[in-house]
Structure formats: structure tokens, C-alpha cells
């Protein structure tokens, strides 16, 4: 099982960076690949980033590539995403998921979700 629990959402201003954490406190971690989506009010969830289960591999959406990077460790079972030169655009509830198909931008390749964490970009 399971239990992923976001953290270090908040507000901050255009160009400015946050990190945010996803730590699991189940026992399956290093078994999942994991990912990060986002959903801005009104849209539908949307695919961030997402990164295999060894940590050595990970993908990005093209909206945020060259500015976000995932990483894992899995000794700490957490999953982070350190996100660089943020746009008001990037508003919007962070989610982090865990599924056993990397490479997937579909939320239904997931199978656990966080309850999510908000992000907040000023002009």
C-alpha cells in the first residue's frame, strides 16, 4: 500500500522557485514509478513530470522542461519537485501519484494519489 502525503506548497513570486515533497508512508515505494500532475482551476488534471523507479530516468511536460526536476529517494520513500523560474501559469493544486507504468502521462496509469498541495504564482 501506498499513502502519499504532499508538502512545501505556497505562495511565491513570478521567477521564483519552491520544492515540493510527496512523502509516502506506506512500505511499497521503490516499487512505483511516480509523478507529479497539476490541475488549475477549471482544467482538467494535467501531467507534469514523472520519474522510474530507480530515480535515473524521469520526463517533463514541455511546459515546464528546462524549469522543473523531479527526484526520489527512496531510502526517505519521498519524491520531490524542485520547480525553477515559476510562471503565473503554473498556479495550481500539485498532485503526486505512484503507478507502475513510467512513461505515462495518464492519470489512470496511477493508481495512489496525495491529497495534493497548492502553488500559488504572483505577477
Known amino acids: 500500500q501506498v499513502q502519499l502525503v504532499e508538502s512545501g506548497g505556497g505562495l511565491v513570486q513570478a521567477g521564483g522557485s519552491l520544492r515540493l515533497s510527496c512523502a509516502d508512508s506506506?512500505?511499497?515505494?521503490?516499487?512505483?514509478?511516480m509523478a507529479w500532475f497539476r490541475q488549475a482551476p477549471g482544467l482538467d488534471r494535467e501531467f507534469v513530470a514523472a520519474?522510474?523507479?530507480?530515480?535515473?530516468?524521469?520526463f517533463y511536460s514541455d511546459s515546464v522542461k528546462e524549469r522543473f526536476t523531479i527526484s526520489r529517494d527512496n531510502a526517505k520513500k519521498t519524491v520531490y519537485m524542485q520547480m525553477n523560474s515559476l510562471k503565473p501559469e503554473d498556479t495550481a493544486v500539485y498532485y503526486c501519484?505512484?503507478?507502475?507504468?513510467?512513461?505515462?502521462?495518464?492519470?489512470?496509469?496511477?493508481?495512489?494519489w496525495g491529497q495534493g498541495t497548492q502553488v500559488t504564482v504572483s505577477s
Open positions: 506506506g512500505r511499497s515505494f521503490s516499487r512505483y514509478a
Open positions: 520519474i522510474s523507479l530507480s530515480g535515473i530516468s524521469a
Open positions: 501519484a505512484a503507478g507502475s507504468s513510467y512513461r505515462s502521462t495518464f492519470e489512470t496509469d496511477y493508481d495512489y
